[in-house]
C-alpha cells in the first residue's frame, strides 16, 4: 500500500521505517530541511537500535524514500499518517498546532479521498478537530465538491532503546474508527504483523494512550514510594518489588525503583492528561501526587548525596549515565539534568559519561568536565554516581574505580549493585529503597 507518513521525529522515523519493512510503499516527509538532508545522505538523527539499519535496507529496496515536498507525499499516500511533535505547552496542554498545519495541508492538496490517521499523541476530541479541518474546506469546495476524508486515531507505544521490536512485535494495535472502510484498510496495513487489533471510536483510542503511559507512569511512582518507606524502617525494595511482582494482577514490569521516569512521553503525556481531565470539569488528584513523588526522587538523591559528601563546594563529582534510560540519548526530562543542576548550585564541580547521550547532554548542561569513559569519570573524584543503567556500568571494575576516587562514596540511582557487595569492597554506598 502506498504510505505517507507526515514528520520524520522518533515516532514518524520508526513508523515510516517499519511500514516499508512491512512491504508498504512509504513516503516520509518533514519540514526540516536539514533533518531530510541529514536522512537522505543515510546517517539518521536520533539513536535507536537497529533503526539504521532498516532504513537502509528499505532505501535500497526502493519502498522507504524522505522529501521536504508536501504535496508529493499528500498525493502519493492513501493513508497519510501524522507523526508530527504535540509538545506541552506552559498549561500542561498538548501544542496541537503542527497537527491542525499538517491537516490543512492535506485539505488543500488533496484532490481524491485520503485515510488520515493520528499517530502523534494527542488529547481525546483532537480527532473531531481534525475531521472539521478536512471535511468541505478543501480540494473543490468551492465548487460544492466536498472530498470526505477518513480520520483514524492509532497511537504508538513504542519504547525508545527498543522501538523497533515494539512496532513489528507489538502487544496489540489500538485503531479508532467508526468507517467499516477504513477498518478494513488498516487491517491490511498491519496484516504482515499477525498482532490484535484492537477496534475503538475514536475518542476511546485517543484516550488508551494516555491512560496507558499514565498508569505506567503511576506505577513507578507507587514502587518509588515503597521505596522511601523502604529507607525509613529498614526493608529492601528489591525484596518488595519482587513478591509485589509475581502476583499476576501486578505483574513485574516497571517495579523497579529509581530516580523516577525521564523522557520525553511520560512527563508530557501525564501533564496532558490532567489537563484534560481539567477541561472536562475532573480532578485528576492522583496523577497530580504521581508528579509530585517523581520530582521528589530527585530531590531526595540528591540529598543523599549532600548527606555523604557534607560540604559541596569545589567537590568533584563523577556522574555515570546521562540520558534517561540505556539504549537512547534522549536527554529530554533526564533525571540528570535536575541532578547535576542541583549539585552544581551548591558548588559542586560535575565530570560525566555516557556512551551515547554526550552530545545533546552538551547544549543542556553547562560546565560540565565530559570525559572518553567510566574510569576517567572516577579519577579523583569525591563521588561516583549512577543515573544511567547502562549495560557497561553493570560490569565496571570497582576495585579499580576505588583506586582512581579520592574518596569511595558511590550513589547508585538505578540501584546496580548490591549494598553488601559494596561494603565488602570498602564503598560508602547507598541505593534507592534500601538500607
Known sequence: MNISVIGTGY????????FADMGHNVVCQDIDKKKIETLNSGKIPIYEPGLDKL???????????????????????????IAVGTPPRDDGGADLSYVENVARSISAIAREQKIVVEKSTVPVLTGERVEQVLHCSNGDAKAGKCIKHLVVSNPEFLREGSAVEDFLKPDRIIVGTDRQEAREVMKEIYAPLKAEIVFTDIKSSEIIKHASNSFLAAKISFINAIANICEATGANVDDVARGMGLDS???????????GYGGFCFPKDVD????????????????????????????????????????????????????????TDDMRFAPSVDIIQALQREG?????????????AKGILENVEYCSDMYEVAKDADALLFLTEWDEFKKIDLEKVKGLMKQAIICDGRNIFKPEQMAKLGFNYTGIGRV
Open 11 to 18: 515516532v514518524g522515523l520508526v513508523a515510516g521505517a517499519c
Open 55 to 81: 532504513i537502509k535496507k528499505n532505501e535500497e529496496a526502493k519502498r522507504l524514500e524522505f522529501t521536504k515536498d508536501m504535496g508529493k507525499a499528500v498525493t502519493h499516500g492513501k493513508v497519510i499518517f
Open 249 to 259: 494482577r501486578i505483574g513485574p514490569s516497571f517495579l523497579r525503583a529509581g530516580l
Open 272 to 327: 496532558a492528561f490532567i489537563w484534560i481531565a481539567e477541561r472536562n470539569g475532573y480532578d485528576f488528584a492522583m496523577l497530580k501526587e504521581v508528579q509530585k513523588i517523581n520530582q521528589g526522587q530527585r530531590e531526595r538523591f540528591v540529598k543523599k548525596v549532600e548527606d555523604l559528601l557534607w560540604v559541596m563546594k569545589d567537590k568533584t563529582i563523577g556522574v555515570l549515565g546521562l540520558a534517561f534510560k540505556p539504549n
Open 348 to 360: 559542586a564541580k560535575i565530570k560525566a559519561y555516557d556512551p551515547v547521550a554526550m552530545e545533546r
